[in-house]
């Protein structure tokens, strides 16, 4: 015997539950595509902020290091400034001291 309309109608309407079911695995392999993609989007954004980053640490102890160089050169051109003022002041004193010398020597063989 053919089979009855109920049947038909239940073969019908788990036919048309697969193509259902086919057309949500679909759309799910499509979001996880795309998630996959969104996914990789925001890995690479990270690691090109994670090297933003350390380009700026690297930047920024490049700029310290320069600032104690600068700093360094500037103390030790202030030393040998003050030791070459030191050396003009004894000079200078060492002449005041021999022009008194001759000073008292010309009084002296004045006298």
Avoid at 23 to 31: F, G, P
Avoid at 46 to 52: G, L
């Amino acid at each position: 015997a053919p089979p009855g309309p109920l049947a038909q109608a239940m073969r019908l309407r788990v036919a048309a539950g697969q193509v259902e079911v086919q057309k949500l695995e679909e759309k799910i392999k499509q979001t996880q595509a795309d998630l996959q993609a969104r996914n990789a989007d925001a890995m690479s954004a990270q690691a090109r902020a994670t090297m933003a980053t350390s380009e700026l640490q690297a930047a920024r102890t490049e700029a310290r290091e320069a600032g104690i160089a600068q700093q360094r050169d500037r103390s030790e051109r202030e030393a040998r400034w003050r030791a070459e003022m030191a050396r003009a002041e004894a000079a200078t004193e060492e002449a005041r001291l021999q022009c008194l010398a001759v000073e008292g020597s010309l009084r002296a063989a004045r006298a």
